[in-house]
């Protein structure tokens, strides 16, 4: 019975690292795909915007009206617009069915082998884990974000600090480089970030949070089926990362 468990084992194992390598390579083929799309998009609005004006009398006139109405032309647009966002989409959905199908393979084939127990009993225990996973990266990137926003803010808020000393300690004297008071730009960013989040201007960091979890809930593209609700969801994102502890106490020493 042993020595059957064994081979069974080894087999399912040989299975799961099959389909681990093609869906690896899979994955790595739709990834080229899409950078290689993303990248010819990216050069033709480059194009587009190095000669801007040729562009507009071009589409403007009868020929321009002609090249938009073509349905070849149409299609091609709709494909380099849409083709990157399905590509993503379809490489996290890849990487996700790769995860939870070899993990339950492999904690299967060495249950067989060795008789180690499951990680988990039910296929969903491991969807779950994948999405707990998922969530945690989300939020380490999301620190990261917080962190990299409040030093940005700092630094220039710094600069300029350095720059209005200088000047009055060199007074008469023009500076080379040309600073900017970041204030009135930090407090618009500020409050236009707590109205996104539909929370006072004074609010702490735990009320931030409470609005950014019922915010980010409704607008989850997971969820939330709205057309805009992807943008929606990533505003959102970007309101909760640029309201660090930081930002609120920088905040409220300005006002």
């Keep these: 019975m042993n020595i059957i468990n ?29 950078m290689i799309i993303s990248s010819i998009a990216r050069g033709f609005v480059v194009l587009i915007g190095m000669g801007g004006c040729l562009f507009l009398l071009l589409f403007a006139g009868p020929l321009g009206v002609a090249l938009l109405l073509n349905p070849t032309v149409l299609l091609t647009i709709a494909f380099f617009i849409i083709a990157p966002i399905l590509g993503t989409k379809f490489i996290s959905y890849l990487k996700y069915i790769r995860y939870v199908t070899t993990e339950y393979l492999f904690d299967r084939a060495s249950y067989l082998i060795d008789g180690k127990s499951y990680q988990f009993e039910t296929f969903d225990e491991y969807k779950k884990k994948y999405k707990r996973m998922q969530d945690e990266k989300r ?12 030093r940005k803010w700092e630094e220039r808020f710094r600069q300029w600090n350095t720059h209005q000393n200088s000047q009055r300690s060199n007074w008469g004297y023009g500076s080379e480089q040309a600073y900017v ?19 006072g201007y004074s609010e702490d960091q735990y009320q931030i949070k409470l609005a950014y979890r019922k915010k980010a809930k409704r607008y989850h593209p997971d969820i939330n089926k709205s ?29």
């Design 139 to 150: 939020r380490k990137r999301q620190e990261e974000n917080r962190a990299r926003q409040e």
């Design 181 to 199: 008071n970041p204030t009135n730009e930090f407090k618009t960013k500020y409050e236009k970030s707590c109205n996104l989040l539909e929370v």
């Design 227 to 255: 057309p805009d609700a992807t943008e929606k969801f990533q505003q959102v994102n970007e309101a909760y990362e640029f309201l660090s502890d930081g930002n609120i106490e920088r905040y409220k020493s300005i006002v």
């Design 6 to 34: 064994k081979i069974a084992g080894k087999t399912l194992y040989g299975i799961a690292r099959l389909i681990s390598i093609v869906l690896d390579t899979i994955i790595a083929l739709v990834e080229t795909m899409v």
